[in-house]
Nanobody, 120 residues
Framework: QVQLVESGGGLVQPGGSLRLSCAAS????????MGWFRQAPGKEREVVSR????????WYKGSVSGRFTISRDNAKNTVYLQMNSLKPEDTAVYYC?????????????WGQGTQVTVSS
């Protein structure tokens, strides 16, 4: 069992930065590929970024590539999402998730989400 708790969301002006953190409980965190997802009002949840268990492989949604950076610290059971040059269209609830090792697509565990609002 893995429990995920996000933090670091808030209100920021366009062009600003935020760093999201996702703290995980459970001894199996380091074995999971982790992902950050977001859901804007009236839209479906979408994947923003993923990082492999070893942190050697990272993937980004096209619209955030070059602005967002995913990282993890397995010793601290934490995954991060550094978000720079934020845009109003980045406004959403951001969730971290543990990707199922069975198929590499499904989600075994979700966090509760943290609100990010980009507005002047």
């Amino acid at each position: 069992q893995v429990q995920l708790v996000e933090s670091g969301g808030g209100l920021v002006q366009p062009g600003g930065s935020l760093r999201l953190s996702c703290a995980a409980s459970g001894r199996t965190f380091s074995s999971y590929t982790m992902g950050w997802f977001r859901q804007a009002p009236g839209k479906e949840r979408e994947v923003v970024s993923r990082i492999s268990s070893s942190a050697l492989s990272k993937w980004y949604k096209g619209s955030v590539s070059g602005r967002f950076t995913i990282s993890r610290d397995n010793a601290k059971n934490t995954v991060y999402l550094q978000m720079n040059s934020l845009k109003p269209e980045d406004t959403a609830v951001y969730y971290c998730a543990a990707v199922s090792p069975t198929d590499g697509v499904g989600i075994d565990y979700w966090g509760q989400g943290t609100q990010v609002t980009v507005s002047s």
